[in-house]
């Protein structure tokens, strides 16, 4: 990167901005390297010049929010990381409708929305991510996808430009959206819920709690669910009857409480984790010939 585009990147003007910062800090499994120049932009007009400024001198850009589904390379991120989760994570309330920017906590929108007593977001309120995340790879859990309950999402294309995108625009389908195909930066979006009783909402609300922390490695550095749910079948089964429940490579573990969640144990490398799952896949395969697909997603320098 020439020095001069780096000193304007690290000025400050498109908010604050680091060099070299590590990236294991900003992902839940707790893995990866550093970013050439991290980037927290305060407002959307930040956020969209660096977007421009990226584009116009060929700098490659990376966006995350609270990288929940996110594996990063040991050797990190080159050029520009954007991370999106403490400056733009606003939620607001009107009537039937939750608008939530796209670094506030899936799980923190949810609990807004059942203080005003709206029901439809308690299947969804334990995904351990951000806005953007859940809208870009449709998210879901216990049968509730965005699809289900989002009304319309803003996003921002790769030169800056803002757009208003309906449901049926987005596209939704398994692990799938408009953003994801397109690569587009979700900036907000909007939930439309349905009036419930507020006892009735906290009481499913603490069921699908308890199913997710009695079942799932919560406590664990993971990025959630390894692989994609394969047709007919399910992953975390596969797995544990291939006898994998706590298979380790280095600090890398299949976890023994949910075999469909890997986990870093301590002190992880990238590598160690991608052996793991590698190893999963074939074993997985040679033993039912069903192909294991990553659903994390993996970003940095080979």
């Known amino acids: 990167m020439l020095e ?3 000193n304007e990147l690290l000025s400050g003007k498109f908010g604050l901005a680091t060099e070299n910062e590590n990236l294991k800090y900003y992902t839940t499994f707790k893995i990866g390297g550093p970013a050439d120049i991290l980037i927290k932009p305060d407002s959307e007009s930040q956020l969209s010049e660096v977007v421009k ?15 929940s589904n996110l594996l990063v390379r040991d050797k990190g991120v080159r050029g520009v990381v954007i991370a999106l989760k403490d400056n733009f994570s606003k939620i607001e309330v009107n009537g039937l409708e939750v608008t939530a920017q796209s670094g506030a906590l899936l799980r923190d929108v949810a609990i807004a929305s059942f203080s005003q007593n709206l029901t439809g977001m308690e299947p969804v309120s334990g995904i351990p991510g951000s806005v953007g995340g859940a809208i870009v790879m449709n998210a879901g859990a216990y049968g509730t996808e965005m699809i289900d309950i989002v009304k319309s999402v803003r996003c921002m294309d790769d030169e800056g430009n803002i757009k208003e995108y309906t449901n049926q625009e987005m596209d939704f389908s398994y692990r799938h959206s408009l953003a994801s195909e397109k690569g587009l930066l979700v900036l907000s979006a909007t939930f439309l819920l349905q009036k419930g009783g507020n006892q009735d909402i906290q009481d499913k609300f603490n069921e699908y709690d308890y199913k997710r922390s009695s079942k799932q490695p919560l406590e664990k550095n993971s990025a959630g669910s390894t692989f994609k749910r394969p047709e007919g079948h399910f992953a975390s089964k596969l797995i544990d009857d291939t006898g994998l429940r706590g298979f380790t490579v280095g600090d890398a573990q299949v976890s023994e409480k949910h075999c469909g969640f890997l ?4 002190n992880s490398t990238c590598e160690n984790m991608l052996e793991l799952i590698r190893q999963v896949q074939e074993k997985v395969y040679e033993k039912y010939n069903v192909k294991l697909e990553r659903e994390v997603k993996l970003i940095g320098e080979e």
């Open 53 to 67: 400024f990226c584009k116009k001198n060929s700098i490659p850009l990376t966006v995350i929010g609270k990288g």
């Open 263 to 266: 986990i870093n144990i301590e």
């Open 4 to 6: 001069n585009i780096k």
